[in-house]
């Protein structure tokens, strides 16, 4: 188990690289020693009660609480006045196309990531951010109310303190479903006019599913938070069991999806077959199954992988 200060490589140089992390003088260092020091910084992070440990008999023990109290002091400067946009989230996730993956975090939450996805992770004292810039992902968060969970889109952000959600990114919005618990959907005002002028704000609890993000008309954007429909807990998850649920989905919007977690390829062959809404339940990675759920199975086409 890596984690140490020693391990980190920093050795002796490790009072002045974190004086000038901890300071927001991240710019001035190596990039190697900031790429450490915001490693270890992380992995402090997953402690929800670093008084439970102070006596560890270890000298880097020491240094860790006097960062702590030092982190205490400098937070609202490090934290909170630094625009989301420039954080240096410690840890990067990403997944291939059909591929899924499942990541548990220090704090005992758990991220499954969809294929073709992107996340990154910044665990703070009094918040544990999570950048999701592309895909989906399901957060099964543990709970922590002094602790927010903070799920940040190109659209909007979710807030929590213990509940489950999946979030999907869209060019143009996203959508969160509620699988359990109550989740804060917000989008943030932006002095600069590329956001709403006052903040918008929803509640959404277990069984919704809410789309948000921005809309631009006659050359001004506008913020929106709407609701899609209800959904069944089982039904909004059931990706990440292997199967894809859909619910009058247009087929051209099916078969997108359907190609997102299989090798092989589904071709729609008829354009005007594409709105056509499709209900029904396939496995992941079986293309052929799409046929099973039109009318007319000669609007699409299916390839092997080997094709």
Sequence with gaps: MTGRADDRGLGPRADAVFGRFLAGQQHDLHPADREEAAAFWQWLGGFDRPQ????????????????????????????????????????????????????????????????????????????????????????????????????????????????????????????????????????????????????????????????????????????????????DAEGATAWTRGKLVFHGEPLRDVIAKINLYARGRVILTDPAAGSIPVYGVVDQGDTAAIRELIANPRAVAVEDEER
């Design 52 to 231: 439970e440990v102070v006596e560890e008999p270890h000298a880097w023990w020491r240094w860790a609480a006097a960062a702590i109290v030092l982190l205490a002091l400098l937070g609202s400067v490090l934290w909170i006045s630094r625009p989301p946009a420039e954080r240096n989230f410690a840890q990067h996730y990403a997944t291939g196309h059909a591929e899924r993956r499942i990541v548990r975090l220090a704090d005992g939450s758990t991220i499954t990531i969809a294929p073709d996805s992107r996340v990154a992770v910044d665990y703070a004292p009094a918040e544990r951010r999570i950048r999701l810039s592309a895909g989906e992902a399901l957060f099964e968060v543990a709970h922590n109310a002094a602790r927010p969970f903070v799920v940040e889109t190109p659209h909007g952000e979710v807030k929590a303190v213990g509940t489950a959600f999946d979030v999907e990114i869209a060019e143009r919005e996203a959508e969160v479903t509620v699988v359990e618990g109550v989740i804060r959907i917000a989008l943030r005002a932006d002095p600069d006019g590329a956001g709403p002028a006052e903040p918008i704000e929803k509640l959404a609890r277990k069984g919704e599913r809410v789309a948000f993000g921005m809309s631009t008309r006659d050359g001004g954007s506008t913020g929106f938070i709407r609701q899609v429909r209800d959904l």
